[in-house]
T-cell receptor, first 114, second 113 residues
Framework: DQQVKQNSPSLSVQEGRISILNCDYT??????FLWYKKYPAEGPTFLIS?????DKNEDGRFTVFLNKSAKHLSLHIVPSQPGDSAVYFC?????????????FGTGTQLKVEL | DTEVTQTPKHLVMGMTNKKSLKCEQH?????MYWYKQKAKKPPELMFV???????INESVPSRFSPECPNSSLLNLHLHALQPEDSALYLC????????????FGSGTRLTVV
């Protein structure tokens, strides 16, 4: 049961344009949503998060939007830069009795072209 | 210090070997995690330690044995692994009683031969 889904395995964008990465989830108990950037053979690097009680969070070139009724979130990167090329994972967390459990989506490979 | 440090970065082991992966953080986080990531797949949770106690085991085979000696250290002991256990093993830490994200280490690339 894939609770967090990223339906686009890849995305190609021109430098300077906006990149929009999408994510859908099914579990209404998730309390935080996060985006991580990952290069091969490295650990995920945290980019930005949003609490489930918010609908928008912005940090520099990165903005995350949350639509709870649609169980959908998106990451906007503007302007896109070649250094943004990486795999982007959407993740969702839920605080359980056993700890803070993070579930990842399947990832979207972003390529920013010159 | 805002890092999670994992050693070794690369490990090749035979199916009869015993080895250990190590993880260290000094951010005062009281929750630590082991994740496994196969190529082109998302990281998958293996174990969660909360306040140095094992709180979640995601039905991981017993050939993987976690240990949390203190609040800064997390080990993963490996014994009798199979070639299909070859993967990137990621350690992470976070606040134990708040939601949100983790800080990940850079991982150990494990190859079982």
């Amino acid at each position: 049961d894939q609770q967090v889904k990223q339906n686009s395995p890849s995305l190609s964008v021109q430098e300077g344009r906006i990149s929009i990465l999408n994510c859908d989830y099914t579990n209404s108990m998730f309390d935080y949503f996060l985006w991580y950037k990952k290069y091969p053979a490295e650990g995920p690097t945290f980019l930005i998060s949003i609490s489930s009680i918010k609908d928008k969070n912005e940090d520099g070139r990165f903005t995350v939007f949350l639509n709870k009724s649609a169980k959908h979130l998106s990451l906007h990167i503007v302007p896109s830069q070649p250094g943004d090329s990486a795999v982007y994972f959407c993740a969702a967390s839920v605080l359980t009795g056993g700890g803070n459990k993070l579930t990842f989506g399947t990832g979207t490979q972003l390529k920013v072209e010159l | 210090d805002t890092e999670v440090t994992q050693t070794p970065k690369h490990l090749v082991m035979g199916m009869t070997n015993k080895k250990s992966l190590k993880c260290e953080q000094h951010m005062g986080h009281r929750a630590m995690y082991w994740y496994k990531q196969k190529a082109k797949k998302p990281p998958e949770l293996m174990f969660v330690y909360s306040y140095e106690k094992l709180s979640i085991n995601e039905s991981v085979p017993s050939r993987f044995s976690p240990e949390c000696p203190n609040s800064s250290l997390l080990n993963l002991h490996l014994h009798a692994l199979q070639p299909e256990d070859s993967a990137l093993y990621l350690c992470a830490s976070s606040q134990a009683d708040r939601g949100g994200g983790y800080t990940f280490g850079s991982g150990t690339r494990l190859t079982v031969v």
